[in-house]
């Protein structure tokens, strides 16, 4: 800890409003939240320059909005109520002040949107690019949290918006669902869900894998964004391929009783059903879609 | 998240114990914990290679040993309880998945030691060096947190060990002080603490800001380590000058009532009192270290 890192400490001290959980915030050897009486859910992403994002492109606040943004949607992916963030960079030496309060202010676009305290951190320079590490606590709300191991065959399968393309500026623009996640879930029990950041086949599998059954995929019935169609007319796949396959769309992937997924239809219109739990497999319409290989399968469709 | 990532996460599941409070550990898009009737206390570090530590020379064994215990460290200096970690980490390309096993390693000695599940990460590689961030949860005791402000003129300041050196081998090498705060914030509530990140004079000086009070140092009562002596045959700096000055000794500064003091010191032998506080200054014997300056006033001295 340098007298660079003490000047930015005070910095964000000033800026980081206290919250009736926070019993002390940033500047102690450690944050002291009040007690919870619900689980508490913890989440880790590091971002870095260059994977994440391009910083020199983007700049530092649209970098540490997704920072948060990245942490928020797992929080969501769990039907839970985020509580408290901390934060870890190490920032390149040239600018890193400059930096840090661009991030900082990306940082809280995204918390404050969802009343999320900053409530520690760890700022460091170096002669290498960014990397920045966001830690989100959580609780679970009086229904529990939702794990990927809950699908049974015969749920339906929904998402919470349209799919692809998201490298054309979704991936650094999202709204994390965590407000979709609690209506729904207090609505009717989501019985098992993801955030898709590698891609609705990709993230669907860790539901089957967990939850031991299959899917099958209702190709005509994927809804597809106005990026993926964009995407398309330069990548040589198709839409469809696009919202199946591109990552960082950071909506959700739920399973729910088919019992239920008629009225959560109607009282959420932003829902759409993509698909039905089965036993086994992972099926778009009637042909497989391979955990490894769905991609040439999509291939030797195209 | 790549297949990569994908296999290290499945051998880390295999590799993490359970615990009473780990109601789900890594694999889901969030960690859950039980409920705790303590206020959660929440930490991070983040760690560089060329920075904390020169992973070539030390190996990745040693470098997250030291990224878990320096955060292990910082739940000592509010005698808290360490309850739960999540790390994240950008790995070099070459060689990433080798260096990730042994930073497992190291970390689950230091955590290990204390019962500590390491209950969520995130994996990932650049073309850059090694950057790890440990984020640490911890419980607070029936005594409650203890903050940097509570020490009064008049309070006795305690130290629990030797300080100086510690670059020759003890910041790898350290075992955080949680159960010597445990037992005597059990035995005495202590009443403002520290660790020792930046050096004695410097970590003091943040409880003495945050306390608004001074204090005198005794420099014939400072615990002298052995590896200060060997550093000052070469550094041209006095073995108490190292250690004022020298970081990363993670050894406790506290300050006590002074009627819970003589108890304490014969209770605990490890402890040392190192002087008292005061109404306002830093001094040693009666020569003032001023905040910013007294690297130059030991200088003047010597």
Redesign the interface.
């Known amino acids: ?1 340098n007298s660079g890192e003490f000047a930015f400490i005070s910095w964000l001290r000033d800026r980081t409003p206290g919250g009736p959980r926070v ?2 915030g940033p ?20 971002l ?1 320059d ?2 994440d994002f391009i910083l020199s492109e983007v700049g530092g606040r649209a970098a540490g909005r997704k920072a948060m943004n990245v942490n928020l949607s ?2 969501a ?2 039907a ?1 109520v985020p509580t ?1 963030a ?5 920032l390149p030496k040239a600018g890193g002040r400059d930096l840090a309060e661009q991030l900082h202010h990306g940082l809280r676009d995204a918390a404050d949107l969802f009343g999320v305290p900053i ?4 700022t ?1 320079t ?1 002669n ?2 960014l ?1 920045i ?1 966001v ?4 609780e ?1 709300t009086e229904r529990g ?1 939702v ?3 809950g699908a049974k065959p015969g749920d339906w399968l929904l998402v919470t918006g349209a799919l692809g393309g998201s490298l054309l500026g979704k991936h650094l623009a999202f709204t994390p669902r965590i407000r979709e996640a609690l209506e729904i879930h207090e609505a009717a029990p989501i019985r098992a ?3 898709i ?2 891609g609705l086949a990709a993230d669907l599998q860790h539901i089957l894998d ?1 939850s031991r059954c299959g899917a099958r995929l209702t190709a005509g019935a994927i809804p597809i964004a106005p990026a993926a169609e964009e995407r398309s007319r330069t990548s040589g796949k198709s839409p469809l391929r696009h919202a199946l396959e591109d990552g960082e769309d950071f909506e959700l992937i739920l399973a729910v009783d088919p019992i239920d997924g008629p009225r959560l239809l109607t009282k959420f219109p932003y829902l759409v059903k993509i698909g039905e739990c089965v036993e086994a497999g992972l099926w778009l319409d009637d042909a497989p879609l391979a955990p490894a290989g769905w991609v040439h399968a999509m291939e030797a469709k195209a």
Chains 1, 2 share one sequence.
């Open positions: 800890m019993l002390l500047g102690d050897d450690t944050a002291v939240l009040a007690p919870a009486s619900r689980p508490t859910l913890a989440t880790v992403d590091m870095m260059g994977t797992d929080i992916a769990m839970g408290a901390v934060v870890s960079v190490s409530v520690g951190g760890d460091n170096w290498h690019p990397a590490s830690t989100m606590l959580g679970a949290p794990p990927r191991s869900m993801i955030d950041s590698d967990e």
